[in-house]
């Protein structure tokens, strides 16, 4: 605490180094505190903000409020860096810089370049820098220079064979994030890669160097570039996303062997909309390592290119595309039908196994339950879908009762045997099915068959089986099982066999 009856607190000719606040004293403009304080000839060097700041820390503007402080800091040994912008451009760029304050008569002691000037008056903002040593690549000068609010990394002539990995990093001011400029000419660097600050670059140099080929990739990520320097080096072709993120005079691509091909036609162009008096209009390219032309009037025809080979791949790849499109919307819109089709090409089942094909050690791929006493289902049965799946490969192999069933065993007996060495049971539904006491008795026993997940199937045979299916107890049956149909419908016939083998065991 200052007492108000305190006029002046002479602290000159002492060691003091820096501002501190043990107290936790804050300066408060409602009281009418008018004490002087003379640090005058102390060893006050580094100058930093917070020095400021700690007194009225909720105050924003607290350059302002440093006038009013009454403080003398005349006479020290002030080093002017760029620790100083902030305080020294807010005064100089505001009323305070004709204020009766000693702030004005202020002077550097360093560096030599400044020793001797009034910071307030005198010095050049683009003077205050500061050099950084934390993570600066060895050999290079890195500055920080706040009056362009850019990091400047000078690399020139230090052997680098590829651009640094890191950088240092600065402070900015909010919402004005800072820029990079990068200095790497006459070096080794062979490749133009991006980094993690490329996204900061806004001036980048690589002249003199052994660049060949400058891909895409060099460029992505490369926003806020306002000039690029390649010349001197031994590029024979650039990207042309280079068009896109600057105007040729702001490029730099003179002393390069550029080669005259149909993929660099793009070039003419953006050097014809550079102004006539760029000197680097007139940049050449060797064309079949004879003839030498300027870039700007180089042509499709002079070059002889012809696109056939390339007309023909874009034609490919939008027919491949559509197909993948279309295959894509028809997967979504019909994912199982998709797998039935895969299995059918591929022989791929990588979904929708089972159990049971794992665990059972079976002799029959399926049983097949259907109402024997009607003839045309009898014939069906035995005369196409049996003969087709056991013939046809991969040769499942049924059991059909009414064929396979042994004159004199138990017919019971040998069903409940027979339908538990079989991994699926298929069920074919007709409009007596359920009027057959060996239905009813075998669509029973495989209902309290173990690993039932998906070893029944059930075909409806009979358009009436669709009715059939709707009430109970057939409705609780097929709930969650597979439904197939040999039927009338064209889109049933279709998918009948297809859907019948992705079902069946895998062989």
């Not at 006050?44 to 009013?68: M, S």
């Not at 000197?279 to 870039?295: H, L, S």
């Not at 239905?439 to 029944?456: D, S, Y």
């Amino acid at each position: 605490y200052i007492p108000p009856a305190l006029s002046k607190f002479d602290v000159s000719y002492n060691a003091i180094v820096n501002f501190t606040n043990r107290m936790n004293w804050t300066y408060d403009l409602s009281e009418p505190y008018h004490a002087s304080v003379d640090l005058r000839n102390n060893q006050l060097r580094d100058w930093r903000d917070y020095y400021l700041q700690q007194y009225n820390p909720n105050q924003p503007e607290f350059y302002v409020d440093f006038v009013t402080y009454n403080l003398d800091i005349r006479d020290n040994p002030w080093f002017c860096d760029c620790h100083f912008y902030g305080f020294t451009s807010r005064y100089q760029n505001s009323f305070f810089k004709h204020a009766d304050t000693t702030l004005m008569e202020m002077k550097c002691d360093g560096p030599p370049n400044l020793h001797g000037k009034a910071i307030m008056e005198d010095v050049d903002l683009n003077d205050l820098i500061c050099n950084i040593t934390l993570d600066c690549p060895q050999g290079c000068l890195c500055q920080n220079k706040p009056a362009e609010n850019l990091l400047h990394v000078n690399c020139n002539s230090k052997g680098f064979t590829h651009l640094p990995s890191k950088i240092p990093k600065i402070e900015s001011p909010p919402n004005n994030q800072y820029t990079l400029k990068l200095e790497m000419n006459n070096n080794r660097i062979r490749t133009l890669t991006h980094e993690n600050y490329t996204s900061l670059l806004s001036d980048l140099s690589l002249s003199g160097n052994q660049l060949e080929d400058v891909g895409d990739a060099a460029f992505t990520g490369m926003t806020i570039i306002k000039h690029l320097n390649l010349e001197n080096n031994k590029l024979k072709k650039i990207s042309p996303k280079i068009q896109y993120l600057l105007k040729f005079e702001d490029t730099s691509l003179s002393n390069n062997n550029f080669q005259c091909t149909c993929d660099m036609v793009w070039m003419k162009d953006w050097i014809n909309f550079a102004p006539i008096d760029d000197p680097n209009r007139d940049m050449q390219c060797t064309f079949e390592n004879e003839d030498v032309y300027k870039i700007r009037e180089v042509s499709e025809s002079l070059l002889n290119c012809t696109y056939d080979v390339a007309i023909g791949l874009t034609i490919g790849f939008s027919i491949l595309l559509a197909l993948v499109i279309v295959a894509v919307i028809w997967a979504k819109k019909c994912p199982y039908e998709t797998k039935v089709i895969l299995y059918r090409i591929f022989r791929y089942h990588p979904w929708d196994k089972y159990r049971v094909d794992n665990e059972l050690l079976a002799e029959h791929d399926a049983y097949v339950s259907f109402d024997d006493s009607n003839i045309h289902i009898r014939q069906w049965v035995l005369r196409k879908f049996a003969k087709r799946l056991e013939e046809e490969k991969p040769c499942y192999k049924f059991f059909v009762p009414v064929r396979d069933l042994l004159v004199g065993d138990g017919k019971a007996d040998s069903i409940i045997e027979n339908m538990e060495k079989s991994k699926r049971v298929i069920i074919i539904l007709s409009d007596k099915y359920d009027e057959n006491e060996w239905c009813k008795f075998e669509c029973q026993r495989a209902e309290i068959l173990e690993l039932n997940n998906g070893r029944i199937i059930f075909i409806k045979y009979h358009p009436e089986a669709d009715e059939m299916i709707e009430n109970e107890p057939w409705k609780s049956r097929v709930k969650g099982r597979k439904v197939f149909s040999p039927g009338e419908k064209k889109s049933e016939r279709r998918w009948f066999w297809g859907k019948i083998k992705y079902e069946l065991p895998v062989r």
